[in-house]
């Protein structure tokens, strides 16, 4: 029987949206969430059927975000990670992680950003260095979601030997000398433990690597960017969506009393006018969104540009989005009886989460002038 990835979402989001307002508040990990998609079998999305995953397309994974974010923008977050470090794992990783990731038992995600080289994720200036069989691993790692809860970080380092930019490492949890350096108090995404993480001489095997020494950068750009960029933007465009249908309902539930007629928010022409452009933002940004899976399962010659192109469409859609719902739902809005000011500050971390909106105009621009994007 085929998996039915949207029931699966629909159950999970139920569970998201009773947590949501208390992992916000409490800036506490959506554990609830991340165990209904365990049992729901969405942890094992992306993983192939030959170690029991769904082996379901990106696409599908885009859709159970976009739909968890609706209800929750931190479990969206701590699922898309873990679905970046999935890819990671399948293409490189060992048969026994990738069989616990396909069972549920391990969540994933990136350790990639760094205290020095911040977004420029890129360029790692920590360091691997090799001993015997063992590698030691000395870094300041800025920002790691699920820094407290995921089973093992996909984890970016110099490489041991020679030039290139990077060497890529499978570092479990809790291995002795890794620190969280502090707990995540963050403006959006409150729950998403997204905290920084110091290795100071943490040993793994050197069976840990994932790809060649030195294949790192590589591995960032093929396997990487298009899963987070693409369900970064699927994160982005379920807030959006869900701030659209929240405008829509306090703009058509809210009356004023000292008038007999025309009496609702909208019933004014502005108002309703901010609404219709918030719908056509998010719709236009979600058609970019379906063309962006059409060019990647299709293998066309534009689908790394629209890979760059759809987080930034996406970021900028939802903060513009969310602009325009605090506007339309007035003071109302400041209050979280209306439900925007949660989505509002969510929508903020799209645009600064590397590749971030700034550098992507940079890269798309490169692209369209036949720059190189690098160097
Ligand atoms: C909620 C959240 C969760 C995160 N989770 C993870 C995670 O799980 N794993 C992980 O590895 N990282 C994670 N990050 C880190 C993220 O990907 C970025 O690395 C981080 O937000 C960069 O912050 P910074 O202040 O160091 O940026 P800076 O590098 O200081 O950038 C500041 C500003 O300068 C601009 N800028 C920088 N370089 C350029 C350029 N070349 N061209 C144009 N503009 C530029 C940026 O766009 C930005 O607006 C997370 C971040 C957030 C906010």
């Known amino acids: 029987m085929t998996y039915d990835f ?5 159950a999970v989001a139920d569970v998201a949206r009773e947590h949501a307002g208390a992992v916000d508040a409490n800036a506490s990990f959506p554990t609830a969430t991340v165990e209904a998609a ?24 885009a859709h159970v975000i976009e739909r968890i974010a609706r209800e929750c923008g931190s479990s969206a977050m701590v699922l898309t990670m873990h679905y970046s470090g999935t890819t990671v794992i399948e293409a490189h990783g060992d ?9 549920g038992r391990h969540l994933s995600t990136l350790a990639f950003s760094e205290a020095g080289s911040r977004s420029h994720f890129w360029a790692p200036v920590s360091t691997a260095t090799k001993k015997g069989d063992r590698v030691v691993l000395d870094a300041e790692k800025s920002w790691i979601t699920s820094a407290n809860h995921a089973t093992a970080f996909v984890w970016s ?23 969280v350096a502090r707990p995540f108090d963050g403006l959006g995404l409150r729950g998403n433990d997204s905290a920084p993480v110091t290795a100071s001489g943490v040993e793994i095997s050197n069976k840990n690597r994932l790809g060649d020494d030195g294949a790192g950068f590589g591995i960032m750009m093929g396997t990487v960017l298009p899963t987070f960029s693409c369900l970064i933007a699927s994160g982005a465009l379920g807030l959006a969506e869900a701030l659209v249908q929240k405008t829509a309902a306090h703009a058509s539930g809210q009356k004023y009393a000292h008038l007999a007629t025309q009496n609702a928010l909208a019933d004014l022409p502005t108002i309703r006018a901010y609404v219709a452009k918030m719908r056509i933002q998010v719709d236009m940004a979600k058609g970019l969104w379906n063309d962006t899976f059409t060019a990647l399962e299709e293998g066309r ?19 513009q989005v969310a602009d325009l719902a605090m506007r339309v739902c007035g003071g109302m809005a400041f209050r979280k009886d209306v439900g925007v000011e949660r989505l509002f500050r969510d929508t903020r971390a799209s645009l600064v989460m590397a590749p971030t909106s700034d550098q992507l105009y940079d890269f798309i621009g490169k692209a369209i002038c036949g720059m190189p994007l690098f160097g």
């Open 38 to 61: 365990r049992q729901h079998g969405l942890l094992a999305l992306l993983s192939k059927p030959d170690v029991g995953g769904h082996g379901a397309p990106l696409r599908a994974a």
């Open 157 to 179: 380092s110099k490489p041991t030997a020679g030039n290139e930019a990077s060497t890529l490492w499978l570092v479990p949890n809790k291995q002795k000398g890794l620190t």
């Open 6 to 10: 949207h029931a699966a979402a629909e």
């Open 95 to 103: 048969l026994a992680t990738r069989r616990d990731i396909a069972a």
């Open 301 to 319: 010659a534009d689908a790394g540009l629209r890979v760059l192109e759809v987080k930034a469409a996406a970021a900028d859609t939802a903060a």
